[in-house]
Structures are given as C-alpha cells and as structure tokens.
Nanobody, 118 residues
Framework: QVQLAESGGGLVQSGGSLRLSCVVS???????MGWYRQAPAKEREFIAA????????HYADSVKGRFTISRDNAKNTLYLQIHSLKPEDTAVYFC????????????WGKGTLVTVSS
C-alpha cells in the first residue's frame, strides 16, 4: 500500500513563496509522480509531473515559470516550489502517483491547503 503525505501549505500573502512536500511511503512501482490542485468549486487540475529517474519534468502551461517540481530520491520526497503566489493559486494541493506506463493516477495524497491573501 502506497501512502502519500503532503505538507507545507498555509496562509501566505500575494507575491510570497511556498515549498510543498510530499513524502512517499510504501512500495510504489510508479516511475512518475505529479502535483495537482483543486480550487474551491473547480475541478482538480494537473500542475506538474517528474520522473523519479532522470528528473524529466512536465508542466501545465498555466504554471510555467512560477512552479518548480523536484524530488529527492533518497528521502522519497516530492517537492513543489511556488513563487509569486497569486490569490487564484488558492487551492488544495495534492500529490499523486501514476500507474506504470500511463497517466492514470493510482494513489492520491490527502492534500495540503494553500491560501493566498491579496
């Protein structure tokens, strides 16, 4: 059983920065992990993904330039660095693993809330 635990969310002023973390426990066969977010009354949306081996990354166009995904293989931890936060970045942020060879999410974390004040 894979468990994902996000942390690092909180209340931050517009223009500030945050680093979110996601610790992965249990054995995962996923070679790729990702971050998503869900704003109030909106659907969950993809933010970024990274390959554990090699560190290849992929970002949604809407976050390129302000969001950086990274990982620490030794710590089994995924990160999401967010700069120049905007009120519209307010959302619950989730990490996820994918079924091998696909973009189907097989495990979700419980999420961490980021609130950006104007």
């Amino acid at each position: 059983q894979v468990q994902l635990a996000e942390s690092g969310g909180g209340l931050v002023q517009s223009g500030g920065s945050l680093r979110l973390s996601c610790v992965v426990s249990g054995h995962t066969s996923s070679s790729v992990m990702g971050w998503y977010r869900q704003a109030p009354a909106k659907e969950r949306e993809f933010i970024a993904a990274i390959r554990w081996s090699g560190g290849d990354t992929h970002y949604a166009d809407s976050v390129k330039g302000r969001f950086t995904i990274s990982r620490d293989n030794a710590k089994n931890t995924l990160y999401l660095q967010i700069h120049s936060l905007k009120p519209e970045d307010t959302a619950v942020y989730f990490c996820a693993t994918y079924q091998p060879g696909s973009w189907c999410v097989n495990y979700w974390g419980k999420g961490t809330l980021v609130t950006v004040s104007s």
